[in-house]
């Protein structure tokens, strides 16, 4: 019996879809004034649930309950006018509309058919002011950062009195310093008797803010447990399903001779200095390097020089052979393999398959065509091998369109095509970004493995936990210029951070 | 199988929904525009209903092959857009690219070095290649400078009329009639022997040749590398480039066969029998922009094209004949006009299917 206590009561929701099962009698209960963390890996089915609550979809089986009053939530305007409010993942905002426009859009008032935002405007004030937003509501959304874009979103719902607030891994797309802020938003907020569902897979978060936590594991609901009482290896075993190790195993690091050098390489970018400076460094064979560095320092265009994908002075050399002018297939022929960054810019094709995305870096060899043709059964083939090597899970397995496959799953498709193809320098750029801690711990075990096999493996990551634990070596990069070369077993979190930041430089890299 | 038949079904319900929507709309229209006509009787409209559904079977074999006929330039425009479509660019300059084709087609029929055949089989390709290169200008100006292909392609429609029209007032031009002179019968386009099962039209091989170019772009897509290569740049070209795909040279590429097609397209229209002719008037042609109805009521697929093309065809010889049952010329434009127009609606048809499906299960 519901004694009203709850403000949200899902109670054994089920929704599917072709193939998936996404939710399987779920439930959801979250009390007034708290954060209720909900947990699970990529594609557990916790958007789904969300969309379910925030009326995108229609369940199959179960019921809602609003402050005890059952509900059909048929569009998100119902969902709105019951009080709930969602902070998607992506944001939805106009780019080239102020702040303040875009928090009233859809809500305007007007005066005989003309808008006035003078009342708007105090409001929004208001909230700023009192939830120490520090924003500016006439600067244009392209001009904001990120974060400064979520206080947005924010805004836009409580601007709306919405008293039941949805994140969506609100943190994925964060700085360190802008989550901090982010979770003493959180607080005030629930101290103001907002209720606020947090979806995430950063357990080290939900310790921090959330008062309990449901876990969802493919598509069913596991456990609510009281996250003050409960470890975050206990949450992360009922995540997963089984023990999850946070420290990385692996072998004292062999490293052989050199397999990738750069001499002196530059990037120009238009109206800039260079992005890269006059960077040397070489990896060998059997030793993983981890690029650190704070975001915007250069990593990027420095692996898209390397990569082939935009031009740059210097000498990039693989296995001794000078690279630097070839185009980019002729790199990938000659071993490289490149995790990039952004999955969905360059690594997969979405509107294509997984099997075609399996071999978009080789669907033009002999095992794949023969007199330009397609030869379609090898590739089923191939892609139904990686699918099951690397537990790639989709609706239908090898001819399930990619955009409709979990960010994990995306992320594993691409992983698996980069290593099948037995790189001798894999280039790996946030691999980890936005997976689980399962996911995370797999993809850190294929790299290792790839190490142990002779590969030279260049990592970038913002994640100084992941370098910390990946690395047998660290380069750190400051703007444009590699400022020291570190062994990880010697140093500490701070000192990288000091690094980072430029405040000092390593020996050999003095001005 | 059952799949590939629900499949089947799904690609092809948006086209006929689409399709029967605006017949309805059409019906409104014949059955309004009659009420006003005080010379039409009810017999007439009930006529011209009629005349409208059956359309090119009107007048049994001849009406046929015409229909034939009309269809080919529409399908080759056709599969020119769907093609270019499908690899990411909107080739709204074939009907520039259909022009040049058809000029470089009657100047080599009538000037070319070969006797008998050769010279149709010269002018054939030398259309193509004039296409190609009409439509190379858009691609290389994409590929290399960020010119909008939409923007580039329609200067250059108006760019191809102009120069079309001076190269004709100064090669092969016949002042009486201000239209290019006629093409050698022994450089048109072959019947073998057509002619004799659709009399009375003007059919030839040309049908085929758009039929078997269709059925190519089809295999080239869906089951070749370079298809592979083309949708994947037409889809994220970003991607493309990291695969190690050249989409700078793909998008020149893609915009060369779409203007090879419409090239071809121009040439089987001015190397037929029958006599068509570029004329100096100052009018695009229009061949162009209807291969664009035809490509997105065959939702951009080259075998589709086929259908659609001859659809739209259907329609036109329909509305001919309806003339006869005193419907005035505009109301039969109005009528394939809406027609072609709610072909437009096929996506929300699509979307409106697939939600169906997936709200069912």
């Known amino acids: ?511 | 199988m059952k799949n590939k038949i629900t499949q089947l079904f799904k690609n092809v319900a948006p086209s006929l929904m689409s399709i029967g929507l605006g017949l309805l709309f059409g019906v409104v229209i014949i059955v309004v525009s009659g009420m006003f006509n005080e010379r039409q009787t009810y017999e007439d409209i009930w006529y011209g209903l009629n005349s409208l559904v059956l359309g090119m079977l009107n007048d049994g074999l001849p009406s046929l092959g015409t229909g034939l006929f009309r269809a080919t330039p529409i399908i080759l425009t056709g599969v020119s857009v769907a093609f270019a479509f499908r690899t990411g660019l909107f080739n709204i300059g074939a009907s520039g690219q259909f022009t040049v084709g058809g000029f470089a087609a009657i100047f080599v029929a009538i000037k070319g070095p070969f006797p008998g055949i050769g010279n149709w089989i010269l002018a054939v390709i030398s259309a193509m290649l004039a296409g190609a290169l009409w439509a190379a200008v858009v691609g290389l100006l994409k590929a290399y400078r960020n010119v909008n292909e939409v923007i580039s392609s329609i200067m250059m429609n108006y760019i191809g009329m102009y120069l079309v029209q001076y190269a004709v007032i100064n090669t092969v031009f016949d002042y009486v009639k201000n239209q290019t002179v006629p093409v050698p019968i022994v450089s048109t386009t072959p019947t073998l022997g057509l002619t004799s099962i659709f009399p009375n039209s003007s059919v030839d091989i040309g049908f085929f040749i758009a039929v078997i170019a269709a059925i190519i772009i089809h295999i080239l897509l869906n089951k070749t590398t370079f298809g592979f290569e083309l949708k994947a740049c037409g889809f994220n070209q970003h991607a493309s480039k990291y695969a190690g795909i050249n989409s700078k040279r793909n998008i020149v590429i893609s915009m060369m066969i779409a203007g090879a097609l419409a090239g071809l397209s121009g040439a089987l229209v001015y190397l037929s029998a029958s006599g068509n002719h570029i004329e100096i008037v100052d009018v695009l042609a229009t061949e162009g922009f209807t291969g664009i109805s035809v490509a997105l009521l065959a939702l951009s697929n080259p075998l589709g094209v086929i259908f659609s093309g001859l659809f739209i065809v259907h329609l036109q010889l329909g509305g001919f004949y309806m003339q006869a049952q005193k419907f005035a010329p505009q109301v039969v434009e109005i009528i394939l006009s809406a027609i072609i127009y709610f072909s437009a609606f096929i996506v929300f048809f699509k979307e409106f299917i697939n939600k169906k499906k997936g709200g069912k299960k």
């Open chain 1, 1 to 511: 019996m519901s004694s009203g206590q709850y403000v949200i009561e899902m109670n054994q929701i089920s929704k599917f879809f072709p193939g998936i099962i996404a939710n399987d009698k779920v439930d959801l209960k979250v009390k007034k004034g708290e954060i209720h963390a909900l947990l699970g890996e990529n594609g557990a089915g916790k958007s789904t649930l969300m969309s379910i609550l925030f009326g995108m979809y229609q369940p199959e089986e179960g019921e809602i309950l609003i402050n005890g009053k059952k509900v059909n939530i048929t569009n998100p305007n119902v969902a709105n006018d019951l009080g709930i409010g969602m902070v998607h993942q992506h944001f939805k905002l106009v780019h080239n509309f102020t702040v303040l426009q875009n928090i009233i859009l859809g809500a305007e008032d007007s005066k005989f058919g003309v808008l006035d935002m003078s009342k708007a405007r105090k409001k929004v004030a208001d909230l700023v002011a009192h939830y120490k937003l520090n924003i500016d509501l006439d600067e244009k959304i392209e001009n904001i950062t990120v974060g400064m874009q979520q206080r947005v979103e924010i805004l836009k719902m409580l601007y709306r009195d919405n008293d039941i607030l949805i994140f969506d891994e609100p943190t994925a797309v964060l700085t360190v310093q802008e989550i901090g802020e982010l979770m003493k938003i959180m607080k005030a907020l629930i101290a103001e008797g907002k209720s606020i569902v947090f979806i995430t897979h950063k357990l080290n978060e939900i310790k921090e803010v959330a008062d309990r936590c449901t876990i969802l594991r493919k598509g069913k609901f596991i456990d609510c447990v009281d996250v003050k009482v409960t470890s975050t290896q206990e949450l992360s075993r009922l995540m997963v399903g089984r023990d999850v190790k946070f420290e990385v195993d692996k072998e004292i690091a062999q490293p052989k001779e050199v397999a990738l050098q750069l001499k002196n390489v530059s990037v120009l970018k238009a109206g800039h200095k260079n992005v890269v400076n006059e960077v040397s460094f070489d990896v060998k064979k059997g030793e993983i390097v981890c690029l650190a560095g704070i975001d915007g320092n250069g990593q990027t265009e420095l692996i898209y020089a390397i990569s082939g994908l935009v031009p740059s002075k210097g000498e990039i050399l693989i296995n001794g052979q000078d690279v630097s002018k070839l185009s980019v297939r002729k790199r990938n022929e000659l071993g490289l393999a490149h995790i990039p960054e952004d999955r969905h810019k360059h690594g997969l094709v979405l509107e294509y398959s997984l099997e075609y995305n399996t071999v978009l870096k080789d669907y033009y060899r002999s095992q794949y065509q023969s007199n330009g043709f397609l030869k379609f059964d090898e590739i089923r083939k191939n892609s139904d091998k990686l699918i099951e090597k690397f537990d790639i899970r989709s609706g239908q397995g090898s001819p399930t369109i990619s955009r409709s496959m979990s960010g994990g799953n995306q992320q594993k498709v691409i992983l698996a095509r980069e290593i099948s193809s037995n790189p001798e320098v894999l280039l790996a750029v946030q691999p980890t970004r936005g997976l689980d801690v399962g996911a995370i711990e797999y993809v850190h075990k294929q790299i290792i493995e790839q190490r142990d096999k002779g590969c030279a493996v260049l990592v970038v990551s913002l994640e100084l936990d992941e370098v910390m634990n990946l690395s047998d070596r660290i380069l750190v990069i400051y703007e444009g210029e590699i400022v020291a070369d570190l062994d990880p077993k010697q140093t500490t979190r701070e000192e990288l951070g000091i690094y980072m930041t430029g405040a000092k430089r390593g020996v050999g890299y003095e001005k």
